[in-house]
Each structure stands twice: as C-alpha cells, then as structure tokens.
C-alpha cells in the first residue's frame, strides 16, 4: 500500500484538493481527499510542493507501429496493398521495444490507444495499452479492439488513387467504398443469422447441419462495426469529410468517433448535434498539408465550447514527452483549466470507453497517477514519478 501525502490533486471528478492524500494497493485508488487515515503499514511519498495527477491519455496515435529510425523496416502500420483492410490487427504490427514508447511516461501518459495509420479508406483495428513496461504486448493490453480505423480525404486518395491508379481517386470513391463494405458486412449477417435459423430447425427435425457460410475475417470486423461492438475512429480534416462520415455513420446506425477534426470549427454546432466526440490534433509540431491548413488549437476550443466531447492527441507526429503542451495551449486559445483537464483525461476515457478504469482519481479505479513537480500546466514543471496499476515506472 503507498499513500502519497501532502500534494496538490488536480482531478476531472474530485477537483484540486490542497494538501490532498492518494492512497493507493493492489493496482487500484483506495481513498483520495484529505481527512484520510493512513495504514501504518503503507509507504509514504511526501509530495509537499507538488502535484498529483490521474495519468492523461491519448486517445489516438500509432506508437509501437512505425519505427522512422529504421526506415522502411519499422514501417508496420499501413497494409498498403489495397484499400479495404479491415482484417488487419494492430497488435500483430505493434512493436513493444519500439524507441517512441519511451516518451509516453515522460509526457504523464499512462494510457494510449494506437494501431494502424490511415493509408487506406479501411486500415484495420486499433488497441488500447498501458506503457507499463512489459515486453510483450497481451501484457500491455487494456482494450482489444478498441475501434475500426479508417480514413477520408487526401491520404486515401494519394495512396491509392494518385500513386497506384486504382480506386479511390476522390472522396466519392472513399465513400462508395466504404458504403459498398458496409453492405457487404450487412450481407454476411444476413447469411450467418439465415444459417442459425436453418440449423436451429435442423436440431428441431433430427436432420444433418446445414453448412455454414465461409468465413470471411474482415466481414467479421465490418460486422463488430455494424453490431455496435467497437465505434469507427474516422480520419476525417476537412469539414465535408466529416459531414460524410457522419451521413455514412447515420445511414449504417455506426458508433462515431472523428479523429483530427481540422476544420471541426468550421461545423461545430452540426457535430454537436450529431452527438460526436472528436479526438483532436495534431496541432504542433510537425509538417501541414493541404487539408490540414487551418490546424490550430481554436479547434478545440470551439468544438468544446459548442458541447462536442473533445480529447487531445498526438497522433504521434508531435512526439509524446511534449503532451502536455497540448492542455498549456488550448488553455493559452481560451479554453478552462478544468475542461483542459478533461480533454486529457476523462473525456478520451470516455470517449475509448475506458472510464470505468482510468481517467480521473477515484476509489477503484487503477492507480495510473503521475507527480508533478509543480503545476503541470506550467511550462517548467516536470513529472517526477509515475505510477501504473499501482506499480512505479522507471522514467527513461
């Protein structure tokens, strides 16, 4: 058991309780507040002066899946062959000894959900992970799958339609394709539920099994997406592709998440009203391109204004151990302390619909704390310990 003591709390649910305590056994929050009595069998970290903080989560990156030290050889992310991959498994590309996931602790992250990039209109399923050190991914896994990814606009097109002269060459043809496999998916629910009724009547009749339909490994993830099972985390910058994707979303009654939002701004009101969250970013650091032109942190800050649900993210692009520049700046574009906070934590837990286990500190759920050595919303603090299910993480 270990009780940290005398710190700052900053937390989405509990509030900033001064001069706060966190006790914490077993991988899990036992108590937090002040007047708490603490076991005279638990470690005390004296935290005077410092702050205490649930672990932020980037709710969309592909870290663990692209190595760009190595060159084409850490390339694992985008099965580029073809556009429709949904068979794809991101833990099956995903690298534990990758060198970007020593940065994630570094940042104050302790939870990320990644897997394939967004090369094809469909790339495959994403996971979500703790970087608790293990070495083996099964060991690191919180969710799997966490959703289906894929992709409108420039990518998609570029990839396939510019450099490979094959379909899609436009944003018509991204959502044909994605309709057409959605459909497709449709189908082979279709033939599964048709043979369940033949095999039940069967059993019924005393006669011979029917023979099932062939099994087809991405129509089963198509069918996850239609079942409701895991959402669609959508690539989606510019404002008409993510007018698509919601349109799409509605026709098919599909679980939404828009991940980047660029020019979410420009449609805030309307995604509000579709009742969509968007993972946001990113927004620094790293090389614009036509459809991301209007990147910037107001983004954010509007979509959270007019009530989207809104996280912060990397999308590896802007190295990990800079995350919490991300908060410092939506707070520096007018957005509250508080609802940065919650961009970092609650709302991307929520939104990975993970909250049961992480996102703020509250008695059961997973010890996943960071200590800070002042106000992490200060440019010049630093984390100073890192927790994990309640386990300590070397800070590489």
Known sequence: ?????????????????KNGIVLFDKGKIVKVG?????????????????????????????????????????????????????????????????????EITRGGVTCINTGPGSGNVI???????????????????????????????????????????????????????????????????????????????????????????????GLETIAKVLKRQIPLHAHSHRADDITTIIR???EFNLRLVIIHCTEGHKIAKHIAKKGVPAVVGPTMLWVTKPETSERGFKTAVILNKAGVKVALQTDSLTPMNYFPLLPMYAIK?????????????????????????????????????????????DFYSEVTQVFINGKKIPLE
Request: net charge neutral; with cysteine; aromatic share 6%.
């Open 248 to 250: 799409i979303a509605e």
């Open 123 to 217: 790339s495959g399923e994403a996971f979500v992970i703790k970087p608790n050190g293990a070495t083996v991914v099964e060991d690191m896994i919180v969710m799997s799958p966490s959703a289906l990814k894929i992709a409108l606009g420039e990518n998609p097109k570029r990839i396939h339609g510019v450099e490979n002269k094959r379909m899609p060459s436009t944003r018509m043809g991204v959502a044909s394709l994605l309709r057409k496999t959605l459909t497709n998916g449709q189908n082979y629910l279709d033939e599964w539920k048709a043979f369940g009724a033949k095999a039940r009547e069967a059993n019924e009749k005393g006669e011979a099994k029917p023979k099932p339909p062939k099994r087809d490994l």
């Open 34 to 102: 002040k007047s708490i009595t603490i076991p005279t069998k638990a470690k005390k970290i004296n935290a005077k002066g410092q702050y205490v903080l649930p672990g932020f989560i980037d709710a969309h990156c592909h870290h663990g899946l692209f190595d760009g030290s190595i060159g084409w050889a850490g390339m694992d992310g985008n099965e580029m062959t073809t556009p429709i991959t949904p068979e794809m498994r991101g833990m099956d590309g995903f690298n534990p000894f990758e060198a970007s996931l020593k």
């Open 1 to 17: 058991m270990i009780a940290i003591t005398n710190a700052t709390i900053m937390c989405p649910v509990q509030g900033v309780i």
């Open 333 to 377: 574009h007018g957005m509250s302390r508080e609802d940065a906070l919650r961009c970092v934590t609650l709302n991307p837990a929520e939104i990975l619909v993970i909250e049961d286990r992480v996102g703020s500190l509250e008695p059961g759920k997973d010890a996943d704390l960071v200590i800070w050595s002042g106000d992490p919303f």
